[in-house]
């Protein structure tokens, strides 16, 4: 995406945004164990964020052994 | 790891004829192309027959998971510590995934999977708020075919839902 080169807060989103992407590409690469491993912290975050209001909530991280 | 050992349960379901064959979608068919993105159940679709007719009992899955000590909870199925979602192909461009699924390796296993161009065709037949935000994702991320995805979306006339997709993205 072209940035305006005289504006220094674009330059900075867009550096931002094209730094996130290489990240997100880095992530995509990983080993799909190394995944399952990532996903389960971002289960706990998402249950501790916002936890379960109802029994029907059948959320849960899942239980996976070292 | 528990995953490891819930495939194994299903690959010992489909050798011993429970399902004719299964391959993982959803969040997790999704994990084995881009990064890590927050999902809770294990969406398994499932061919039971050659030729599936209009109506698909899962009976013969819930019984053998309960004869093998797995309790559904609703929909779920708890599988070595992971729910799962047994989901029937429930039409052709589903059924058309499941026999172009692939196999991939999970630590000492092997699990199949859809294709990164049939699960976003699902993703643009399905069409809900989550399935954009994956489809964006992939479009950036995963290694996949554009020609083979063109394709799939003209045979089952998707090509219209996935112009109609790009366009809210870029605000037109």
């Not at chain 1, 399952?36 to 998402?46: C, F, K, M, Y």
């Not at chain 2, 050798?15 to 159940?41: C, H, R």
């Not at chain 2, 020609?147 to 112009?163: S, Y």
């Amino acid at each position: 995406m072209a940035t305006d080169s005289s504006n220094p807060s674009a330059q900075i989103i867009s550096r931002l945004q094209s730094s996130k992407r290489e990240h997100r590409i880095r992530m995509a690469h990983l080993p799909i164990e190394e995944k399952v491993r990532i996903l389960v912290q971002l289960q706990t975050i998402a249950l501790q964020a916002r936890p379960p209001k109802t029994p029907n909530d059948r959320r849960m991280v899942w239980q996976i052994r070292p | 790891m528990t995953m490891e050992r819930t495939i194994q349960v299903l690959n010992r379901m489909r050798d011993e004829g429970t399902f004719k064959s299964y391959a993982i979608g959803g969040g997790i068919g999704v994990l084995f192309y881009i990064e890590p993105l927050t999902t809770f159940d294990l969406d398994v679709f499932v061919l039971l027959a050659d030729d599936p007719g209009p109506l698909v009992s899962l009976s013969p899955i819930y019984s053998w998971l309960q004869q093998h000590g797995y309790t559904p909870r609703g929909e779920q199925v708890v599988i070595e510590g992971i729910p799962v979602h047994f989901i029937p192909a429930y039409n052709p461009l589903v059924v058309e995934a499941l026999q172009e699924a692939v196999e991939k390796p999970y630590a000492n296993v092997t699990a199949r999977v859809l294709t990164p161009e049939y699960l976003m065709a699902i993703m643009i037949q399905t069409g809900r708020s989550t399935d954009r935000e994956r489809l964006l994702r992939f479009l950036e991320e995963a290694e996949a075919s554009s020609e083979l995805l063109d394709r799939i979306l003209t045979k089952h006339g998707l090509k219209t839902a996935f112009e109609n997709m790009r366009r809210s993205w870029h605000g037109d």
